[in-house]
């Protein structure tokens, strides 16, 4: 079945620093990638998507670029702040047998000033 | 409202007791997912509805956990008999059946089987 795998932290970073967080998956059909962020006692809100294979989805800063040849879709921030401490979840969704919605396990981000 | 909310936002149940859990999606939304989120942890799928479609239980741990949807709107969660492993956040979401697929998630409900 179709799967997600993201680097599962927690991730440390100093204010400003460059930010990465790993995500691959694996799917039978052609999907929809998607980055959830939980912000501390929220709940999960829509970050950026991409929809097809070069799609570049970005909001906030963040970026993520839909990679088919790697089944990747790694999120970039050039500049984190304090305020991007959360959890933060990638996702798709595979339309190939229904609207199998699929979430990695989270990886959690804390940025100190 | 024009998101999704869940109701309550808490609740403190003994254990054996059964609980019920209601989610309100964005209207005209078709497809509606409940997942569970234990402390720290990440989503655990339980159900999906889509329309009028039999829903896809295949995340549903046991037989004491049941959903239904009525009108293809309000959905409503119940756990049977309730055990201490049940506590965690419930959470609701709703998305249509568009290209993007995305969803959208209710603020949810903490569960607490003492």
């Known amino acids: 079945g179709d799967s997600v795998t993201q680097m599962e932290g927690p991730v440390t970073l100093s204010e400003e620093a460059f930010l990465t967080i790993n995500c691959t998956y694996t799917a039978t059909g052609y999907p929809s990638l998607f980055w959830y962020v939980q912000y501390p006692g929220e709940g999960l809100q829509l970050l950026l998507k991409a929809t097809k294979a070069d799609d570049k989805g970005s909001n906030k800063g963040f970026e993520a670029t839909y990679r088919k040849e790697t089944t990747s879709f790694h999120l970039e921030k050039g500049s984190v702040q304090v305020s991007d401490s959360a959890v933060y979840f990638c996702?798709?969704?595979?339309?190939?047998?229904?609207?199998?919605?699929?979430f990695g396990p989270g990886t959690r981000l804390s940025v100190l000033p | 409202g024009a998101g999704v909310s869940q109701s309550p936002s808490n609740k403190v149940t003994e254990k054996g007791k059964d609980v019920e859990l209601r989610c309100d999606p964005i209207?005209?939304?078709?497809?509606l997912y409940w997942y569970r989120q234990s402390l720290g942890q990440g989503l655990e799928f339980l159900i999906y509805f889509q329309g009028n479609s039999a829903p896809d239980k295949s995340g549903l741990p046991s037989d004491r956990f049941s959903a239904e949807r009525t009108g293809g709107s309000v959905s409503t969660l119940t756990i049977q008999r309730t055990q201490q492993e049940d506590s965690a956040v419930y959470l609701c979401a709703s998305g249509g059946t568009g290209g993007y697929n995305e969803q959208f998630f209710g603020p949810g409900t903490r569960l607490t089987v003492l």
């Open positions: 209207s005209g939304h078709t497809a």
């Open positions: 996702a798709l969704s595979d339309l190939t047998y229904g609207q199998n919605f699929v």
